[in-house]
C-alpha cells in the first residue's frame, strides 16, 4: 500500500515522505496511530502546500541533532552493576538502562535508537554504543561499565598481642604435656624397679 508519512517514523522514512508498505502495517499501525495517511491526489494535495514548513521542520532537525551528535560524544557514561568475581554482570546493561542514565546527564534518545555490541552487555569494560540521530548520522556513546563490588587489598597479618597470647598458651599446653609424659615414664620405670 502507498501512503504518505505524517510525521517521522523510525526505519521508514520523514514527515512528507512516500512510502510502500504491507497492506496490515498500513491499516493496523500507522494509519489508526495517525502516523500515515493514504497516498491519493487529494492528501497528495495537502502534503504540497505544506512542502516549505516541512523542509523548515527539517533542516532544523538537522541542526538539532549535531548538537546532540556533540553532547553525546562529549559524555563517558560510567555505570556500576553487580557483578562476580571474573567480571560476569548478574543480569545485563539495556538500550533502556543507557537511554536512562543518558536522560539523568541531560541527553534524551529514544532506547530503540541505541544500539549495543551483542544487544546487551554482560561484563565488565568499556565498549562503544551506536546512537542513530537525525537521517543517517550517528553518535558514538563511550560506556564503561565497572563492579559494584569494592576490591580489598589482602591485609597482611601481623602479630598482635592477642596472637602472642595463643602462642604462649599453646607453648604451655606443650611444656604441660611434656612434663605429664616425663612422669609417666619415671612412674612406670618406679615401678617396674619396685617389682625387681
Not at 541533532?65 to 557514561?77: P, R
Not at 543480569?91 to 544500539?115: D, H
Not at 587489598?153 to 592477642?162: G, I, N, R, T
Amino acid at each position: 500500500m502507498k501512503i504518505i508519512l505524517n510525521q517521522d517514523v523510525y526505519n521508514l522514512g520523514e514527515e512528507g515522505d512516500v512510502c510502500v508498505v504491507a497492506n496490515g502495517y498500513a491499516r493496523n499501525f500507522l494509519i489508526p496511530q495517525k502516523l500515515a495517511s493514504i497516498f491519493n491526489k487529494q492528501n497528495s494535495a495537502i502534503f504540497e502546500s505544506r512542502k516549505a514548513a516541512i523542509e523548515k521542520r527539517k533542516e532544523e532537525k538537522r541542526l538539532a541533532s549535531a548538537g546532540l551528535k556533540e553532547k553525546i560524544e562529549a559524555v563517558t557514561l560510567e555505570l556500576k552493576v553487580s557483578s562476580g568475581d571474573t567480571g560476569k554482570l548478574f543480569g545485563s546493561v539495556t538500550n533502556a538502562k543507557i537511554a536512562e542514565e543518558l536522560k539523568k546527564s541531560g541527553v534524551v534518545v529514544e532506547r530503540k535508537k541505541i544500539e549495543l555490541p551483542g544487544h546487551t552487555i554482560k561484563m565488565v569494560g568499556e565498549f562503544v554504543a551506536k546512537i542513530k540521530l537525525y537521517g543517517n548520522e550517528t553518535a558514538d556513546l563511550k560506556i564503561v561499565v565497572l563492579s559494584d563490588k569494592k576490591i580489598e587489598k589482602p591485609v597482611e597479618p601481623s602479630k598482635s598481642v592477642k596472637s602472642e597470647k595463643i602462642e604462649e598458651k599453646v607453648i604451655e599446653s606443650e611444656e604441660v604435656v611434656e612434663t605429664a609424659a616425663v612422669e609417666s615414664v619415671e612412674s612406670e620405670t618406679e615401678e617396674s624397679t619396685e617389682e625387681v
